[in-house]
Structures are given as C-alpha cells and as structure tokens.
C-alpha cells in the first residue's frame, strides 16, 4: 500500500512544518487566546461572588453563581478546543485576584451585567475580524459564543428587572435569593 506522505515527509520529523493549520491565522490565534483568558477570568469573578454570597447567606445566588462560574471555564473550552483543531496548544494565562467582598446582592447583580455587556463587546470584536478575513469557521464560533451572551444578558435581565419591581428590601432579597437557588 502507498504511503499517503512522501518519503522526505517520513523523514526527520518534518511532520513540524504542517502543525499549524495555514487556514488560520496568527491574529486569530492571538484573539482567542485572549478569550481563553477572559472566559477564565469570568469564570474567577463569578467564583468570588458565589463566595461572597454564600458567606452573607444568600445560599440561592451563591449557588447559582457557582453554576455561572462553571459555565464560564466551559465556554474557555471552546476556543481551548477550536486552537487545539487547528494544531496549536492553548496557552495557560495568568488571571488576576478579584475582590472578596462586595456591598450587596443588588450591587452583584448589577456587576455581573456590565460584566456580561463587556464580554459581549469582546466577542463582536473577534467576530468583525473573522468576517474582516474571511474565517468562516472561525465565525461560527463566534456565533456559539454569541448565542450564549444572548442567553447571558437575559439571565442578568431578568434579576435586574425583579429588583426593580420588586425592590431590595430584605423581604425582596430573601425572595429573589430563594428563587435564584431554584
């Protein structure tokens, strides 16, 4: 049976020059590295008011957010995978400390909003490089990652929308707590 590489290919380990896959470029590459990071990150922040929340009680959001915290190092497996299909290894970033209190429920709430809102804006960008360079199947990721912000925002809607109301008395919280344990 023919060999499917030529000789000199068996050779030498020349296998080193075909790695990375030529469809994908270096500003690509760098993009989702950095999503890799981002997602990573998200996943710390959400991991830290999960924290907060469960020292204050609050052991509906706390376990909620530990779920959102999850869902993030997911999503780093997208692009963690998309690099790995196109023959580069992922990097491990580094990730900075967050903080270990915060002021309340409400205040979370409305850190994990924005938070969503600059994620989102992240994502737009990759996807306006890939439609830039003509990386179809690189958009098709990002169209995953899209899909889910959609999910994501309407999540943090959705608790702002019953704090105002419903309020952020403690009754109120005590409810919204409860519901977001559920």
């Not at 023919?2 to 050779?11: A, D, I």
């Not at 924290?51 to 915290?69: C, P, Q, R, V």
């Not at 098709?140 to 702002?160: N, S």
Request: hydrophobic letters at 35%.
């Amino acid at each position: 049976m023919k060999s499917l590489f030529p000789q000199n290919m068996m050779e030498g380990n020349s296998f080193n020059k075909r790695d990375r896959n030529p469809l994908f470029s270096s500003s690509c590459e760098s993009l989702l590295q950095n999503r890799i990071q981002q997602e990573e990150q998200s996943s710390r922040i959400y991991h830290s008011m999960s924290m907060w929340l469960n020292n204050e009680g609050y052991s509906g959001a706390a376990s909620l957010f530990a779920k959102y915290s999850a869902e993030e190092n997911a999503h780093a497996g997208w692009s963690r995978d998309y690099l790995l299909a196109m023959g580069i290894t992922p990097n491990t970033p580094a990730l900075t400390s967050e903080p270990s209190s915060y002021q309340s429920l409400p205040q979370i709430i409305e850190k994990a909003y924005d938070h969503e809102i600059e994620i989102t804006k992240q994502i737009k960008e990759i996807g306006q490089h890939a439609m830039k360079e003509g990386d179809h199947m690189l958009y098709t990721l990002v169209a995953q990652y899209l899909k889910e912000q959609v999910e994501e925002h309407d999540k943090m809607q959705t608790w702002i929308d019953k704090l105002k109301t419903f309020g952020t008395d403690k009754i109120a919280l005590r409810w919204l707590d409860d519901e977001m344990g559920g």
